[in-house]
């Protein structure tokens, strides 16, 4: 199966990631509300939504969340933040952050979400995997959601269809030796 790779350029908001969910939040990544948004990043988003509140509205940061759910993707946009959806066709759409936030739900899969916080302090973009890294934009892109290819297993022929040309060897070891 191939899933989501996300990229980061480094910046002064945090981005947190997750297998199935993916954050930028306009705090820095010493703040002490840090832990507790990776821990409620693959729980659900009204878990991260309550750690981002527990110092009341008016001190909510600056966000955008992003997580797979039941065959679409749901994006939480809160300004300044903003990010730019890519479909497969190549057609954008860029939604831009508002208070205290945009709530979408997209039916189906994009080809990559480009999340934007703040000015990027590096023109380097990094692979990110699981976890949190100080960043200013992060992308995400998807890959094809397949099944994993079938294993084919070859059907044994039984004892009585083998000829007396086929021969069988048994490779027989003893745990002692």
């Given at each position: 199966?191939t899933?989501?790779?996300a990229?980061?350029?480094?910046?002064?908001?945090?981005?947190?990631?997750?297998?199935?969910s993916?954050?930028?939040?306009?705090?820095?990544?010493?703040?002490?509300?840090?832990?507790s948004?990776?821990?409620?990043?693959?729980k659900?988003?009204e878990?991260?939504?309550?750690?981002?509140?527990k110092?009341?509205?008016?001190?909510?940061?600056?966000?955008?969340?992003?997580?797979?759910?039941?065959?679409?993707?749901?994006?939480?946009?809160?300004?300044?933040?903003?990010?730019?959806?890519?479909?497969?066709?190549?057609?954008?759409?860029a939604?831009?952050?508002?208070?205290?936030?945009n709530?979408?739900?997209?039916?189906?899969?994009?080809?990559?979400?480009m999340?934007?916080?703040?000015?990027?302090?590096?023109?380097?973009e990094?692979?990110?995997?699981?976890?949190?890294?100080?960043a200013?934009?992060?992308?995400?892109?998807?890959?094809?959601m397949l099944?994993?290819?079938?294993?084919?297993?070859p059907?044994?022929?039984?004892?009585?269809?083998?000829?007396?040309?086929?021969?069988?060897?048994?490779?027989v070891?003893?745990?002692?030796?």
């Open positions: 199966m899933g989501p790779a990229a980061y350029w480094p910046g002064e908001w945090v981005a947190l990631s997750q297998a199935s993916w954050a930028l939040v306009e705090l820095p990544v010493t703040d002490s509300k840090i832990r948004l990776g821990e409620s990043l693959d659900s988003v878990q991260l939504l309550d750690e981002l509140l110092s009341g509205v008016r001190a909510l940061p600056g966000f955008c969340i992003l997580r797979l759910e039941s065959g679409g993707l749901r994006c939480l946009v809160r300004e300044p933040a903003s990010l730019v959806i890519t479909t497969s066709t190549g057609d954008t759409r939604i831009e952050g508002t208070s205290p936030w709530d979408l739900q997209l039916e189906s899969i994009p080809a990559s979400v999340i934007t916080g703040t000015a990027v302090t590096s023109p380097v990094l692979p990110t995997v699981a976890g949190i890294v100080p200013g934009r992060l992308i995400i892109t998807f890959g094809p099944e994993p290819d079938p294993v084919d297993t059907t044994p022929k039984p004892p009585a269809e083998l000829s007396a040309s086929e021969s069988i060897d048994l490779a070891t003893h745990p002692m030796g």
